[in-house]
């Protein structure tokens, strides 16, 4: 994963390209099917290069929805059958506030709103006064 990061991360396309090359150097062998993949898509994702980091983080960073049904999955999926609704329901609420326990902020929203001021001004909206 780091290796994969690395790429994303990259300040410029060009960087991301070697980095691309790096990790198809170092890990190719291993996972043949992913240097290719990024090629096939490469146009798709240069233009992602040209935000700032604020907003890419943004793009990259993982749905924490998706995050979230993913963990509850994992806990139902073990557990197979429930005497009750009720034992569900109390399995899910334990769940979730275990769940969140981990989760921490990902993204810094007030520079990330300023750089969406920048690119995207036409598209936010406008504030009442």
């Given at each position: 994963m780091p290796a994969l990061r690395a790429i994303y991360r990259a300040e410029t396309a060009e960087a991301a390209e070697l980095r691309l090359a790096d990790f198809e150097a170092e890990w190719g062998k291993k996972y043949p099917a992913i240097a290719p993949a990024w090629r096939r898509v490469w146009n798709e994702v240069v233009p992602f290069f040209?935000?700032?980091?604020q907003i890419r983080k943004m793009i990259y960073?993982?749905?924490a929805i998706e995050s979230l049904h993913r963990g509850l999955r994992k806990i139902i999926k073990t557990r197979r059958a429930f005497p009750s609704d009720e034992a569900a329901?109390?399995?899910?609420?334990?769940?979730?506030?275990?769940?969140?326990?981990?989760?921490?902020?990902?993204?810094?929203?007030?520079?990330?709103?300023?750089?969406?001021?920048?690119?995207?001004?036409?598209?936010?909206p406008t504030t009442i006064r």
């Amino acid at each position: 994963m780091p290796a994969l990061r690395a790429i994303y991360r990259a300040e410029t396309a060009e960087a991301a390209e070697l980095r691309l090359a790096d990790f198809e150097a170092e890990w190719g062998k291993k996972y043949p099917a992913i240097a290719p993949a990024w090629r096939r898509v490469w146009n798709e994702v240069v233009p992602f290069f040209a935000y700032p980091l604020q907003i890419r983080k943004m793009i990259y960073t993982t749905n924490a929805i998706e995050s979230l049904h993913r963990g509850l999955r994992k806990i139902i999926k073990t557990r197979r059958a429930f005497p009750s609704d009720e034992a569900a329901t109390k399995l899910l609420y334990l769940s979730l506030r275990n769940l969140g326990v981990h989760w921490k902020p990902a993204i810094e929203w007030r520079a990330a709103y300023a750089q969406f001021t920048i690119f995207f001004a036409e598209r936010l909206p406008t504030t009442i006064r």
